[in-house]
């Protein structure tokens, strides 16, 4: 899940200790005596609130999402050994049939003379020398088919252990994913408990701060030359993935989703690059961890740029300061200043990929930046007279 907040000041990181009750309370009241009803809370406090609930909720949105994708990862292993352990009962049917034959053959050819006696009554006998061979060759053929059914059994008999295992654990990540998709939901429901607490001067007021603070960490940024001086073309997965994101601008976030009419952001990140013919890791964790770091000095368009401590959120970088993401619920996919999350890092999905000799930057659609990146406002990032505001 995908979490936008302010990247400056005290504003950004929550307050030591036990979170205020009366983020989640009703309005005009308070869970624990001597705590402010959130009606008489400083907007700063408000927002620190907000940010801690979006923040938790992303983390478990994305801890939903790697257990998704392994547990996907599981019924594919499932499927898999189902498939082999059904070719080895096959195998082991048609191994058995050919040892019942083999009994049969065994038990006819015992009744018959022997054939050294055979050889001292043949009147020929090189023709009773070339029978033995053959009869050798017809045991030797007998002991492949004993030692065919017994290998057989054997291979059956690990994959059945092995295909039980694999079930075991699949049943374990689905209570695993059940877990998390609560605590998603628990997070997101407390955000909306708060949101339907605030007043609409409340709601306009935290939407101001949070454009002030986006702008002074903006300006920081750029002042600091962290971002570097030139502009760099993207790789040619680069621009695919670039361009695949912009095409998705308005879409709403929704956490656990890749498309296509709804994304959480690394949903979107994975899909734009998937896109381009470039496979990344599903959740922003993973991409931080598995993908080829890179400095912000030296960003190029279509790099993922990573945000938080605990690597939770994650976008696509527009250039010019800019990137694309999916914010979070109540938002849709838009165009943010790179600065508007506190950031950790850049990486690079195509590390060997070489920058384009030309390239144009994709043309952004009417509204790309409109909206909150705090996802306070209705669904779709509208206010509540219908107009969407600067993000």
Same mark, same amino acid.
């Given at each position: ?5 302010? %990247? ?21 009241? $308070? ?22 609930? /979006? ?10 999402? &790697? ?48 054939? /050294? ?13 070339? *029978? ?11 002991? @492949? ?9 054997? +291979? ?8 039980? +295992?694999?079930?075991? #654990?699949?049943?374990?990540?689905? @209570?695993? *994913? ?14 909306? @408990? ?16 949070? +454009? ?31 361009? /695949? ?24 990140? $994975? ?18 961890? *598995?993908?080829?770091?890179? !400095? ?12 938080? !401590? ?16 999916? !914010? ?7 165009? $943010? !200043?790179?600065? %508007? ?11 060997? #990929?070489?920058?384009?000799? *030309? /390239?144009?930057?994709? +043309?952004?659609?009417?509204? &790309? ?21 600067? #993000?």
């Amino acid at each position: 899940m995908c979490t936008a907040a302010i %990247a400056t000041g005290a504003v950004i990181s929550p307050p030591p200790g036990p979170a205020p009750a009366a983020a989640t309370a009703p309005p005009g009241e $308070s869970r624990e005596s001597g705590e402010r009803p959130v009606a008489e809370r400083p907007v700063a406090e408000l927002l620190t609130g907000l940010q801690r609930l /979006y923040r938790e909720a992303e983390k478990a949105t994305e801890t939903y999402n &790697a257990t998704e994708e392994k547990l996907n990862n599981q019924r594919a292993e499932v499927a898999k050994l189902n498939r082999r352990l059904a070719r080895a009962r096959l195998s082991l049917h048609d191994s058995r049939s050919a040892a019942a034959r083999l009994a049969r053959q065994q038990y006819q050819s015992s009744t018959e003379i022997s054939p /050294y006696v055979r050889l001292l009554l043949a009147r020929d006998p090189q023709h009773a020398l070339d *029978q033995a061979h053959v009869i050798r060759q017809l045991s030797k053929r007998r002991a @492949e088919t004993v030692h065919r059914l017994t290998g057989s059994e054997k +291979k059956t008999d690990e994959l059945a252990r092995a295909a039980r +295992k694999a079930l075991d #654990g699949q049943l374990a990540l689905a @209570e695993r *994913q059940k877990k998390a998709r609560d605590a998603v939901r628990k997070r997101l429901e407390d955000v909306e @408990e708060l949101l339907a607490s605030l007043s609409a001067d409340q709601l306009a007021e935290l939407a101001e701060l949070e +454009k002030a603070s986006e702008a002074e960490a903006q300006e920081e940024l750029v002042a600091s030359g962290a971002l570097g001086s030139s502009a760099r073309p993207p790789s040619r997965k680069g621009e695919a993935a670039l361009r /695949y994101a912009v095409e998705q601008i308005g879409k709403p976030y929704e956490w656990g989703a890749e498309g296509p009419d709804t994304y959480d952001c690394s949903g979107l990140t $994975s899909e734009a690059w998937a896109y381009a013919g470039q496979t990344v890791p599903r959740t922003s964790q993973e991409q931080w961890d *598995q993908l080829d770091r890179v !400095p912000l000095s030296e960003l190029r368009p279509g790099d993922l740029v990573v945000y938080f !401590p605990e690597a939770t959120h994650v976008a696509l970088y527009l250039g010019n300061g800019k990137v694309i993401h999916a !914010p979070r619920p109540g938002a849709t996919v838009k165009v $943010s !200043p790179l600065a %508007a999350n506190p950031v950790l890092g850049a990486v690079r999905p195509d590390p060997a #990929g070489k920058p384009l000799r *030309q /390239y144009t930057p994709p +043309k952004l659609p009417p509204g &790309a930046t409109d909206g909150s990146d705090e996802g306070y406002e209705g669904e779709g990032g509208e206010t509540s007279d219908g107009e969407g505001s600067e #993000g």
